[in-house]
């Protein structure tokens, strides 16, 4: 980590701590409380837990005379822990009525001042510094599901309720319109390095940093919008088994889809659920809300398919510093801030990976299997989360997430 002091540690900690009560204001206490699927977690949930965290694993440990703030809230809001001990199960974090949402503020409200008489002392620990700031990077992944899971959880009420205004939300539902017609950026590849390389936080999935071999490739210039998904749509893409995986034609056909989630096909045309409301659908904008299936399957309809992990990594690392020697990367638009990237890359660990030892290895590592990779970030990821190195993960079948389509091609 770079060289911080109490007050940057401090002033980083309340900012990311109050960000998360900043994203719950538009909601009501009835809004926090539901839980519409069971991959989605209540707001209320997420408020709790990511204050477990630190509860947990900060201040137990290093909290002269620790007492937690309720001794319940040890299984009601551990996730996924088994280092820790008995879990809620997660199907049912909608029931969890009490402890109010009111209560829940409180707790977060005890854990931070708990944590502003910490921060003085822990600068001298380096391993304290990085679980604290892994606790905030886990805060900021939890506020974009928080917002995906409000967004999931909103589009169940006929009413389409908004979360905020079209301004504000979603990019502020510009999400980088696309005026141009798609380029195809060519890129060398060779024997490259891909990982962490060191210096500033990095998740324990990113390393080690290694080589790995690339064909040349070429990378869509921007991702697939809207009107080029309603071609695929109302060209009966999603009739025609040609274009899927197997298994993505039967969890197609089981669930009768035929068009991303969120969309619905009304007078005037296509419209989209979007944290705003119900909005026609703009032709210009990328198409979100997909699965692994979905994607793959338009990819091979446009003559094309997905990017491997370390052909994106590659490319993100020559979009920030193309260079003169004529490898490629200059040009690639929406990298970051608008929809994760499907990957044709099964999350697995990298080469020399090793799991850190005691609970909070559980962290990234025991989900290394039927799991696909997503690169870039989103809308509703938070400033300075994400980087080029980074590996979000959901299984093929996963659609809620902010999830969009950049495409591939061999050379
Ligand atoms: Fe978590």
């Given at each position: 980590m770079d060289p911080m002091t109490t007050a940057d540690l401090a002033l980083r900690y309340a900012a990311i701590r109050d960000h998360s009560v900043a994203l719950v204001a538009p909601l009501s206490a009835e809004d926090c409380g539901a839980q519409s699927m069971p991959d989605a977690s209540p707001a209320k949930w997420h408020l709790a837990h990511t204050t477990w965290f630190f509860e947990t694993f900060v201040l137990e440990a290093h909290e002269p005379g620790f007492a937690p703030f309720n001794p319940a809230f040890r299984v009601l809001f551990n996730s996924y822990y088994n280092g820790v001990g008995a879990k809620h199960p997660r199907p049912q974090r909608g029931l969890l009525t009490r402890p109010s949402l009111q209560e829940v503020l409180a707790y977060r409200a005890d854990v931070d001042a708990r944590m502003a008489r910490l921060l003085p002392a822990v600068l001298q620990d380096q391993a304290l510094c990085a679980l604290i700031e892994l606790g905030l990077q886990h805060e900021q992944q939890h506020q974009e599901l928080l917002l995906t899971d409000i967004k999931h959880l909103l589009s169940c009420n006929p009413l389409y309720p908004a979360y905020g205004d079209a301004a504000t939300v979603e990019g502020g539902l510009a999400i980088a319109p696309a005026t141009a017609p798609l380029g195809w950026l060519p890129l060398d590849g060779g024997l490259v390095e891909i990982g962490h390389a060191g210096g500033g936080f990095a998740f324990d999935n990113e390393s080690p940093r290694h080589r790995t071999y690339l064909a040349p490739f070429a990378l869509a210039s921007r991702l697939v919008t809207n009107a080029e998904w309603v071609a695929f749509v109302e060209g009966g893409g999603y009739q025609d088994p040609v274009h899927w995986l197997a298994e993505g034609w039967d969890w197609r056909g089981a669930q009768n889809l035929d068009h991303p989630l969120y969309w619905q096909h009304r007078e005037g045309g296509w419209h989209r659920f979007s944290l705003a409301g119900l909005q026609p659908l703009q032709a210009g904008q990328p198409v979100l809300h997909l699965s692994y299936y979905e994607a793959d399957a338009y990819a091979r309809w446009a003559g094309a398919r997905l990017p491997t992990e370390a052909e994106w990594e590659h490319a993100a690392h020559r979009a920030a510093a193309p260079g003169a020697d004529g490898g490629g990367g200059a040009g690639l638009e929406q990298l970051f801030g608008t929809a994760w990237q499907w990957t044709q890359s099964g999350y697995a660990a990298y080469p020399g990976f090793r799991v850190a030892e005691?609970?909070?290895?559980?962290?990234?590592?025991?989900?290394?299997?039927?799991q696909y990779v997503l690169r870039g970030s989103s809308c509703a990821t938070p400033p300075g989360h994400a980087r080029a190195t980074y590996r979000n993960f959901f299984p093929a079948t996963a659609r809620w997430q902010f999830t969009g389509v950049r495409l591939a091609r061999d050379l």
């Open positions: 005691g609970a909070v290895g559980e962290y990234n590592g025991k989900f290394m299997v039927n």
